[in-house]
């Protein structure tokens, strides 16, 4: 099937841990190690996204998300299309950060 802005899918997790004691910062660098390690990028402090050529595979990474959800704290997973994605509207304070070109997608036969 031909990949196209509706069917990419970016997944987006969110989350608040608890980082008062050493054990809870410990548990929450865990997690973001872990996600990163699942090729998921920091785009803000408590925010992670990752790419995925379709939603089949967005669910495989999901899953992979939800077995390392710690026991305490406030997590979010959300999907959005390529096409969603590429809507958003970037600010650094009232500015409005430049417009990314869209990588090119190798479509191997």
């Known amino acids: 099937m031909k990949l196209n802005e509706y069917r990419i899918m970016w997944v987006l997790v969110f ?7 050493a054990t809870e910062r410990k548990i929450a ?3 973001r190690k872990e996600i990163m390690r699942d090729g998921f990028t920091m785009f803000q402090f408590s925010i992670y996204l990752r790419h995925c050529p379709s939603r089949e595979n967005a669910d495989v990474h999901i899953k992979r998300v939800k077995n390392l959800l710690p026991e305490k704290g406030h997590i979010g997973i959300m999907c959005v299309t390529d096409k969603q994605f590429g809507m ?4 650094y304070g009232k500015k409005q950060a430049a417009k990314e070109e869209p990588m090119q997608q190798l479509e191997l036969f």
């Open 15 to 21: 989350f608040d841990l608890p980082t008062e004691s």
């Open 29 to 31: 660098a865990k997690f």
């Open 88 to 91: 958003m509207e970037l600010f």
